[in-house]
């Protein structure tokens, strides 16, 4: 079975400066997608980044990146120009291409709390 | 364009009533999904469903139950609350090609006091 694991329950930044939130995996599976899911205060979980395992390019998104290490099971989030609006809860998932193995259901990491100082 | 719509944003049980958690999506996904979130965890799967008429359990199956009838709706069923049903519930959903993202409802916290 997969695993995800966030090893960070608490972050905290200045605004205007990086962070960087870890995950690791476990998997048996060659290909699948990961994603960071970002959940503010109003409990809207919203797709902050993903990452297909078959891409060796790392994925962006204006200040977010991802760095992907298949090899090593690791899929970091960095956080660049951090603003007020970033606090929140991240999530790291993983879903299994092979959509026949439980519908595709996403597994989810524990998450990470991520405060922004001014 | 609404995507996946839950009902209620909040409610309070009493331990042994029952309720059901509304779910609906127009994106005409195949997939979809229940979770639910406690303090400091993750989201563990409840029951997830590959299209009308299919679901099958997750992780955390016990006390639940829901039904696929249409495409569009997945409701969630609570039999005999108990306290540790006490916590936030999201449904989502998924395409079977295409998009691989899931997309969330907003969340139903639940009480059961």
């Known amino acids: 079975a997969q695993t995800v694991t966030q090893s960070q329950p608490e972050m905290s930044v200045q605004e205007a400066e990086t962070v960087t939130l870890s995950c690791t995996y476990d998997t048996s599976e060659s290909d699948y997608y990961l994603f960071w899911y970002k959940q503010p205060p109003s409990r809207q979980m919203i797709l902050v980044i993903r990452?297909?395992?078959?891409?060796?390019q790392n994925a962006t998104e204006n200040r977010f990146s991802v760095n992907f290490q298949k090899a090593a099971k690791s899929f970091s989030l960095k956080i660049s120009d951090s603003q007020l609006g970033d606090a929140a809860m991240y999530f790291c998932a993983y879903r299994s291409a092979a959509f026949y193995n439980q519908g595709g259901k996403l597994i989810f990491g524990q998450g990470t709390e991520l405060s922004v100082k001014p | 364009n609404a995507g996946v719509t839950q009902t209620p944003k909040f409610r309070i049980l009493k331990i042994g009533q029952s309720m059901t958690l509304q779910c609906t999506q127009d994106m005409n996904h195949n997939y979809m999904y229940w979770y639910r979130q406690d303090p400091g965890m993750g989201l563990k799967l409840i029951y997830y469903?590959?299209?009308?008429?299919?679901?099958d359990k997750g992780e955390v199956p016990n006390g639940y139950n829901v039904s696929r009838s249409t495409t569009e709706d997945f409701p969630l069923r609570l039999e005999l609350a108990a306290p540790s049903q006490t916590s936030v519930y999201f449904c989502?959903?998924?395409?079977?090609?295409?998009?691989?993202?899931?997309?969330f409802g907003q969340g139903t916290r639940l009480t059961v006091v």
């Open positions: 989502a959903s998924a395409a079977r090609q295409g998009g691989v993202e899931a997309f």
């Open positions: 469903s590959v299209g009308a008429g299919i679901t």
């Open positions: 990452q297909e395992a078959y891409k060796q």
